[in-house]
């Protein structure tokens, strides 16, 4: 069994602060993106009770993006092998031409089963994982909330509003998982060790067929502004309990908290 | 147990600078820090002086995301209802290369473990080191989260407390009395507010040290270092100073009552908090060095006692970074002769002996003693506060002549028995 996972490396949505309506993106910290992980450990779970197979994880560098490290991480965690694509114009890219190169990288990696977040941490459009099926005329199966192997394919229950789906397919086949799917895996330090050892690909867009001409987004980001935000100010006085109780409480009231 | 060349618990300066060192030559290298990433957890002023490491790994310093070279240096005494700023500018701070830089933790450190990667190392953030494996004495590796690693030679570098080095019995266990703790904020501003503020050109920065009526009278002062859009504005109090203090007084409350005071207000007047931070400085001085190596193990950095507060100048960044380039030096040799005993890894301390490390260290000796005199943190800032208020003043009468005021200020506040005394115990530092 021939299990891609493809994750993305995401900035530290805690660390970004926004200033002018805009996030400051400097010296902001990247790391697996969190449905990536859930997606990851599927796989794991995934070749660990098939009793073999291999997972290799897939990753795309943008210029910034520490997607080396990135593709470490989901080693350590227990994935076998990593690819990345590095071409500086896939900067610009938009999901469509995301969506190909990675198509191209599983064409040339082969595999029996793909694995996606259901959205990535960032962006979320959702968009990859149901693009890179279409490409390669496979079929999809989303909001996957739990993935048993079967003889040649995959049952898969799929989260909807109101009910639970189940569905079965050969292989090859596309899964996109939420979060409530499993608790990733944090890597222990020892396998955080051996993951530098284990075998990483570089490809160009070359490597995969393609230049840049094919990467070129077909869509443009107008503007994408954070909502502004006044300050409360508001100061609780008291001993600390009453503050602090004050404190939940005005949480609360904003909906801030117990949501 | 997996074994590696060396191990180097902490990633900060003196980790990541002693990684880099090993890296380069080709050793295999672990740095473990718990932070998120390097960085993360890190508070320094911050100014690092350049010029002591330039010659060190001369490559580095070429591309560091440094935040503005100090061209100017600001000393503010501040008293009661007067308070006076000394300004330095120097043509020669202002030429390069420059002898210092305001940093950004968050960012140099970050950037200095990628460096570190790039040549071959690797930096495990987000990892606790539990223990120091011990055996017969001899640090043989750590454990960290259930796993044991082993290596030749385990560096130290976990900052400030040295918790796991004192649990081992490898150094003291940190006293309040050899320790200040810094608070500090960092307030956004607009580059070109920043250079009006302080009288910069573009790209230079400034440094500003507050002493007098910042800290209650308690032994401390303040700091203000201008990076590239942003000011680092934080308040250093000793530790046992605070503890003994009569009226017992929150840090953050000191934090806020200096940026309130006028001095202060107009300089942060419409900056944005990004980042609160609160950290440990050791201020023994070279009497707290403990003794720095052992049987498979090195100790740098702030876990070695190395930094130094003399007043107008804060030093440890520099002292990490050396101390990590000569922690790699020894372990690269001792390799070379496959022994990793103390007698092979005293090599490090001489080299520091021998360094600008230990040399300033020791010239300071007597300045951790000698700053503890509260007077230098009340009387002295006001009596010349006071003074250079009286020159300046024309009363409705007919006025004194200048030699007279100065004189008499002089005589009052400075010509006593006590000053006198603190003026000869001074003649040491
Ligand atoms: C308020 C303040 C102002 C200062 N101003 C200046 C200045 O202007 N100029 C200057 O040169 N110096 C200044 N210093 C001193 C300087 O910041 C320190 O000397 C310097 O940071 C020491 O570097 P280090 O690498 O030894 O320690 P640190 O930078 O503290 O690094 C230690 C690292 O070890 C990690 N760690 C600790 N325990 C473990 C563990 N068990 N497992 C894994 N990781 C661990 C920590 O997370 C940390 O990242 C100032 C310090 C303070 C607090």
């Not at chain 2, 930096?123 to 043989?140: A, H, M, P, S, Y």
Request: charged share 25%; net charge negative.
């Amino acid at each position: 069994m021939n299990i891609l996972v493809f994750v993305k490396t995401n900035p530290d949505l805690q660390m970004i602060r926004i200033k002018d309506r805009q996030p400051v993106m400097e010296a902001i910290p990247y790391k697996v993106g969190d449905l990536e992980k859930n997606a990851v450990e599927a796989a794991i779970q995934l070749r660990d009770a098939a009793g073999g197979g291999t997972i290799t994880a897939v990753c795309l560098a943008e210029a910034n993006r520490r997607a080396k490290e990135t593709l470490k991480e989901v080693l350590a965690m227990g994935a076998d092998e990593a690819v990345l694509v590095t071409e500086p114009a896939l900067e610009v890219a938009d999901q469509a031409a995301v969506a190909l190169v990675l198509a191209k990288a599983a064409e040339k990696t082969g595999y029996d089963l793909l694995l996606f977040g259901e959205g990535s941490t960032d962006n979320y459009t959702g968009q990859v994982g149901p693009r890179v099926a279409e490409i390669l005329g496979v079929p999809q199966i989303g909001y996957a909330r739990k993935i048993t192997g079967t003889e040649g394919g995959v049952q898969v229950e799929r989260s909807m509003d109101e009910h639970i789906e189940v569905l079965e397919a050969p292989f090859p086949v596309a899964v996109t998982v939420v979060s409530e799917i499993n608790e990733p895996r944090i890597p222990s330090l020892m396998n955080i060790m051996k993951a530098g050892k284990k075998p990483l690909a570089e490809y160009s867009l070359a490597d995969l067929g393609l230049d840049a001409t094919s990467v070129v987004a077909q869509k443009a980001i107008l503007s994408n502004l954070a909502e502004e935000q006044d300050r409360k100010h508001i100061m609780f006085d008291g001993d600390p309990a009453a503050q602090a109780e004050a404190f939940v409480n005005a949480l609360l009231k904003e909906g801030v908290l117990g949501r | 147990m997996e074994k590696v060349d060396c191990i180097i618990v902490g990633g900060g300066l003196a980790g990541l600078s002693a990684a880099y060192g090993l890296a380069s030559e080709g050793l295999e290298v672990i740095v473990i820090e718990r932070g998120d990433y390097s960085g993360a957890k890190n508070v320094t002023g911050g100014r690092l002086y350049v010029s002591p490491i330039r010659d060190l790994y001369p490559e580095l310093w070429k591309a560091a995301p440094f935040e503005r070279p100090v061209t100017r240096e600001f000393v503010t005494l501040m008293g009661d209802g007067a308070h006076t700023t000394i300004e330095l500018a120097s043509e020669r701070f202002a030429t390069p290369a420059y002898q210092s830089y305001t940093v950004l933790r968050a960012r140099f450190d970050q950037w200095f473990a990628d460096q570190v990667m790039e040549k071959g190392g690797m930096v495990i953030t987000k990892n606790r080191v539990d223990d120091l494996l011990l055996e017969g004495g001899k640090v043989i590796g750590i454990r960290a989260g259930g796993d044991d690693i082993g290596a030749d030679v385990t560096i130290i570098a976990e900052g400030v407390l040295g918790l796991l080095s004192s649990k081992a019995g490898l150094r003291e266990e940190p006293r309040p009395q050899d320790h200040a703790l810094g608070y500090k904020e960092i307030i956004e501003l607009p580059p070109g507010v920043i250079q009006d503020r302080w009288h910069l050109n573009e790209g230079e920065g400034a440094a500003h040290l507050f002493m007098g009526g910042v800290t209650r009278g308690l032994m401390g002062g303040g700091f203000l270092y201008t990076n590239k859009d942003s000011i680092s504005l934080g308040i250093v109090v000793g530790m046992e100073a605070m503890r003994q203090a009569p009226d017992k007084v929150d840090s953050y409350t000191l934090l806020d009552e200096f940026k309130e005071l006028p001095q202060i207000k107009p300089l942060v007047e419409g900056g944005t908090i990004v980042e609160y931070s609160a950290h440990a400085i050791a201020e023994g001085g070279i009497a707290k060095v403990p003794k720095l190596y052992g049987d498979g193990y090195l100790l740098a950095g702030d876990t070695a006692g190395l930094s130094l507060n003399a007043l107008v100048t804060v030093r440890g960044m520099d002292f990490a970074i050396a101390s990590g380039y000569y922690a790699a030096r020894a372990v690269i040799d001792a390799k070379e002769r496959d022994d990793f005993t103390a007698a092979s890894l005293a090599q490090y301390e001489q080299s520091l002996r021998s360094s600008f490390v230990l040399k300033d260290l020791e010239t300071a000796r007597y300045i951790p003693h000698t700053i503890e005199n509260p007077r230098l943190f009340t009387h002295y800032p006001q009596a010349v506060s006071n003074l250079m208020e009286q020159v300046f003043t024309i009363g409705p009468g007919p006025s004194k002549k200048l030699s007279s005021t100065v004189m008499g200020g002089v005589r009052k506040d400075f010509l006593n028995l006590q000053t006198l005394k603190e003026l000869y115990a001074m003649r040491k530092i």
